[in-house]
């Protein structure tokens, strides 16, 4: 069964400083992966996914994330952080069918 | 399209009470999912839908939990005898056939609170 593993319960930076948000999963085939943000009573917004290809993806609001096979991990990474990206992040990875398994996240504070 | 809805944001109910949740995703999404999610947790997957098959429900899921989406639109997720241990935020989400390939767009949830 997959599963994925977000090891950090809990980030404070600094803002403009840079960020990395740690991500590993567990999946036996090619793995289709995830990263969502998540504002306090609100849904999940999807930031950007992998499935093949360029191993460094781009998403929305500057976020990027690199997909290292041999570590089994995609974090999300962002050069300088704004005081709005304040937030709660989790990471996913699909199965065949479409399903989602969801990291427990991340919550990232964000200092003026 | 306004994106996916659900509906009601909260509600609070009465231990033993029944409860009923909608959900309309966007119109164009032939796949629907349900999840629950507790504080400090991330999603956990309940169900979903393709067009209006029913085709997973999680293993975890008691029989007090139903979910329909009938022709193929809006879904309801309803839970019987409700306990204290269903407090949580139900998560709707759809999106098109890619399956594997796509991400979810979310509603911004229902929130249970069982008293």
């Known amino acids: 069964a997959q599963s994925v593993t977000q090891p950090d319960i809990h980030i404070t930076v600094s803002e403009g400083a840079s960020l990395e948000l740690r991500c590993n999963y567990s999946?036996?085939?090619?793995?289709?992966l995830f990263w969502y943000v998540q504002s306090p009573g609100q849904g999940l917004q999807l930031l950007l996914k992998?499935?093949?290809?360029?191993?460094l993806v781009q998403g929305i609001k500057g976020f990027e994330a690199e997909f290292k096979r041999s570590q089994s991990s995609f974090n999300l990474r962002k050069p300088s952080v704004h005081w709005s990206d304040a937030a709660e992040y989790f990471c996913?990875?699909?199965?065949?069918?479409?399903?989602?398994?969801f990291g427990d996240g991340t919550t990232l504070t964000v200092k003026p | 399209d306004t994106g996916v809805s659900q509906d009601p944001r909260h509600k609070i109910t009465k231990r033993g009470q029944n409860v009923t949740f909608r959900c309309d995703p966007i119109?164009?999404?032939?796949?629907l999912y349900w999840y629950r999610q507790t504080l400090g947790q991330g999603p956990e997957f309940l169900t979903y839908?393709?067009?209006?098959?029913?085709?997973?429900k999680s293993r975890l899921l008691s029989d007090r939990f139903s979910a329909e989406r009938p022709k193929g639109s809006f879904s309801t997720l309803e839970i019987q005898r409700t306990e204290q241990g269903d407090s949580a935020m139900y998560l709707c989400?759809?999106?098109?056939?890619?399956?594997?390939?796509?991400?979810?767009?979310f509603g911004s949830g229902t929130r249970l609170t069982v008293v």
């Open positions: 989400a759809s999106s098109s056939d890619g399956g594997r390939m796509e991400g979810y767009t």
């Open positions: 999946y036996g085939a090619t793995p289709y």
């Open positions: 992998y499935f093949s290809g360029d191993t």
């Open positions: 996913a990875v699909n199965t065949n069918a479409g399903k989602s398994t």
């Open positions: 119109s164009e999404h032939n796949r």
């Open positions: 839908f393709q067009n209006e098959a029913q085709l997973e």
